[in-house]
């Protein structure tokens, strides 16, 4: 399911968020799958056809790539099944499935965690209701789970196709950190975590793509609650058995349970073993085996059909296979149960490949089906790593190179400075929240710019469809009825979810257009950081206390606070912001003060922020990258390596110039003013970072 490597990604996700760096996010899988591939115009042309499917040529390419130094060194075990025409092409291991033991990885034994591609087993199960007619795509999903207790303010139902489809509305309500455990006695239901956990509707069902883990739960229990069946039951009784998949479930027990791989982490270290909650987890928590998913495939391909059994009508199959989200026809999101390939070089050929991949602790999988060929590939290993995202294109190119080819688009004359002016504003992804992009029109062109990639421009080739000058890829608008922008999409950095436009900020009475700080305030204003009420005061020269400081860092990287229960400091108890401040002692970025509190209501010193930031980033950029940078004024010892980062990264104001010797001080000892305040959170959201911090390491490189 794409619980994203849970503990030891997402500790790293939520500390990178705070610098808006793209990292793998809690139930999408594995972010890097959105690595920018380089532009169109430096990619090898793609040959018309590719090599023929043969057991002997697949073989040939397999071999070389596995063994290869660069996949060798982020390889602990793999298994490789290709099915055409009905039969299996190739079904094969590669390394170990526990590297102590020296176990080799066995296709038709070794069980991998199939994490989200659970998701296509669990769209199947719908479907067959459906089918029955005990579901109906277009009804509430309500109707079979029976009333659950959330917010809905738009008067329009989240339907089953809504599920299904990842266009529900909700919150982003992801798997928690406990919900990865090694309690293997405690059982919890589908529906007690549902009750427990249900988001609010924060968007217009139907109308914006989010890929929703906790909608896949949700579609889980429809399907436990039409079928009248535990999930665990009906799925082994209507979709492994008739297809003889005797090697998948989801309870981690008996043999699923004694021929699971064992999970390593990038560095190759083993993981312990760990269990789901709820214990049955229909997004992700399916086990099974490379033979399995080969029936699978088979089986789906042939219009459903296993032999004298059947799990889907075939034109049900075929509904399957259709795109049924999209932000334009060459950027498709998802079919009922599968989505778009995230690294198709041409987005053109898109829709003839449906796919699915998932991600868990030490886990990852990837099914890509190309119904028009009949047929499935699917890769599944044990080692976090960006293995799959190296083998999809190396095995697209050789195979069906067509596939790749670049999209050929007619010549589109722009639209007019003033008309572009229509897609103008800052979004932040759905998903990600510190993921914030700020599009704007200079000089005639629309230019966009992110803590990614920086600044570029984005060249018209459709009504709403532009071209990364950058990266060669396409990004596309969605236009509400008033023919301004609502949602983009830009599949190379997040192909799981849209970016959603923030109204216009209007500023202060205090903080005019003139203001020098206007610009970051507005910004947060837009994304909905600030109140966007020009009548009211800013009060910008004000202290912001440590607690206000704490909370907005971490609302701006999409964190609701902890809900361990806990409290490290004894001040907090009864303070509204507590479980924020608890969030950030439980990433590392606070050790309170030498009285053994951390005093909330104090405002922060503007080297105590600094520290904070320091914190989240040194395990990523080391105090060596920053020797160089010059501070004037006064600085504690304790902070200096925090403020000679902020410094380099830009953290400040415009307030702040280096002196004639390339000195800033950075008035560390100083209150930090809530314009200040807006002024690091701007950086954060629209600085290079990690152009800045390449760019420091070729200086001090340089300086040896």
Known sequence: MNLSWLRNRSALWTKTVLSAALVLTLTAPAVQAAAVPPAASDAPAAAAT????????????????????????????????????????????????????????????????????????????????????????????????????????????????????????????????????????????????????????VRKPGTSYMYDNFASMLLGLVVEKASGMPYEEYMEKHVFGPLNMDSSGFLLEGKLKDNLATAYDATGKALDLYTLTPTVMPQGGMLSTGDDIAKFMT??????????????????????????????????????????????????????????????????????????????????YNQQSALREQFYPAFIQNFFPQYAAPVKLDAYKPMSAEALKAFTGYYADLRMKSLVSTVSVQNGALMINDALLGSRKLIQVDDNLFTDELTGKLTAFDLKADGQSAYMKEPYLNPFGYAQRGPDGVGYADVPASHPYATPVKMLQSLGYLQNDASLSFQPDSGITRAQYVRLMMESSGLRGSDSGKLAFPDLQGHSDAAYIQQAVELGMIEGTASGEFQPDRVITRQEAAVMIWR????????????????????????????????????????????????????????????????????????PINQSVTQLSAQADGGK
Do not use: C
């Open 616 to 687: 989240v980033y040194n395990q990523q950029y080391p105090d060596k990258l920053f020797e160089k940078v010059k501070l004037s004024g006064t600085t504690d010892k304790w902070a200096v390596p925090a403020v000679k980062m902020a410094v380099a990264l830009g953290l400040y104001g415009p307030d702040f110039k280096p002196d004639a010797k390339g000195a800033v001080d950075y008035k560390s000892r100083a209150a930090l003013s809530k314009k200040e305040n807006a002024a690091i959170l701007y950086a954060l959201f629209t600085n």
């Open 299 to 380: 089986a789906f391909l042939d219009g459903g059909a296993a032999g004298t059994n059947r799990i889907l009508k075939a034109d049900t199959v075929q509904s399957m296979e259709e795109y049924r989200s999209s932000i334009h026809p060459l950027l498709p999101n998802t079919t009922y149960g599968f989505e778009a390939a995230f690294q198709l070089p041409g987005a053109g050929s898109s829709p003839k490949i449906i796919t699915k991949a998932g991600d868990l602790i030490g886990f990852s999988t990837y099914m890509v089906l190309i119904p028009e060929q009949n047929t499935g590939v699917f890769i599944a």
């Open 50 to 201: 590719g090599k023929p499917l043969t057991a002997g040529n697949v073989d040939a390419f397999l071999k070389p790539f596995f063994s290869s130094k660069e996949v060798q060194a982020q390889l602990a075990g793999a298994v490789v099944v290709v099915v055409k025409d009905g039969k299996t092409v190739v079904k094969e291991g590669f390394g170990y499935a526990d590297k102590a033991a020296k176990t080799k990885v066995d296709p038709d034994q070794t069980v991998f965690r199939m994490a989200s591609v659970s998701k296509t087993f669990n769209a199947v199960a719908a479907m067959q209701l459906v089918e029955q007619g005990k579901v109906d795509l277009k009804a509430d999903f309500q109707t079979y789970t029976g009333k659950l207790d959330f917010d809905n303010p738009f008067g329009v139902p989240v339907t089953v196709a809504d599920l299904l489809t990842h266009t529900t509305g909700f919150r982003i309500q992801d798997p928690l950190p406990e919900d990865i455990n090694q309690d293997f006695t405690t059982k919890v239901s589908i529906e007690d975590y549902v009750v427990k956990h249900m988001p609010p509707v």
